[in-house]
T-cell receptor
Framework: GDSVTQTEGQVTVSESKSLIINCTYS????????LFWYVRYPGEGLQLLLK?????QKGSSRGFEATYNKEATSFHLQKASVQESDSAVYYC??????????FGDGTQLVVKP | NSKVIQTPRYLVKGQGQKAKMRCIPE?????VFWYQQNKNNEFKFLIN????????QIDMTEKRFSAECPSNSPCSLEIQSSEAGDSALYLC???????????FGPGTRLTVL
């Protein structure tokens, strides 16, 4: 079936340092799934951070970037300089041919001042 | 920001009791999804609707869960006889079209004692 893997349960980064959160996917129901990063800030609901629907393209939002790498089946999230306000849980996800979303288990980002 | 409303935010039930939660999708969104996020942060698609019609649902939903999206009323998800394993965050999402971006509500956290 379709699935998403995030290897890190928690990542701790000092403010102004760079960030990468790894994500790989497996899509059996659809050749080119839409890929997403969702974020849940403390006390808030799940919200879309960015999405990419075309292989090879890059999505960006709020300083975060992710590139749809079809060959490596990866969609890693990166940011050049994190801020304390970026502390949140980040979920990598894909949607199948019926637009059902499959989420990874999430990565808790802790940004130290 | 999402305008999907979910009530109640917290729900506590005993084993064997019914548990019912509601969702008001964003205005004008005819497509509604329900997901379950368990204590291990694993998400599971449960069911989705377009207007009042069920599009897809998983086996679990067919057996102990019932859901509906009546016209001019909130959508609802009800567990007929709650089990401890049903303790989870239940997320409702809505979208404008079946293949479009989903907007998530804050969720209903169900605890089954």
């Amino acid at each position: 079936g379709d699935s998403v893997t995030q290897t890190e349960g928690q990542v701790t980064v000092s403010e102004s340092k760079s960030l990468i959160i790894n994500c790989t996917y497996s899509a059996t129901s659809i050749g080119y799934p839409n890929l997403f990063w969702y974020v849940r800030y403390p006390g808030e609901g799940l919200q879309l951070l960015l999405k990419v629907i075309t292989a090879g393209q890059k999505g960006s939002s709020r300083g975060f970037e992710a590139t749809y790498n079809k060959e490596a089946t990866s969609f890693h999230l990166q940011k050049a300089s994190v801020q304390e306000s970026d502390s949140a849980v980040y979920y990598c996800a894909l949607s199948d041919s019926n637009n059902r979303i499959f989420f990874g288990d999430g990565t808790q980002l802790v940004v130290k001042p | 920001n999402s305008k999907v409303i979910q009530t109640p935010r917290y729900l506590v039930k005993g084993q064997g009791q019914k548990a019912k939660m509601r969702c008001i999708p964003e205005k004008g969104h005819p497509v509604v999804f329900w997901y379950q996020q368990n204590k291990n942060n694993e998400f599971k698609f449960l069911i989705n609707f377009q207007n009042q019609e069920v599009l897809q649902q998983i086996d679990m939903t067919e057996k102990r869960f019932s859901a509906e999206c009546p016209s001019n009323s909130p959508c609802s998800l009800e567990i007929q006889s709650s089990e401890a394993g049903d303790s989870a965050l239940y997320l409702c999402a809505s979208s404008l079209y079946k293949d479009y971006e989903q907007y998530f509500g804050p969720g209903t956290r169900l605890t089954v004692l």
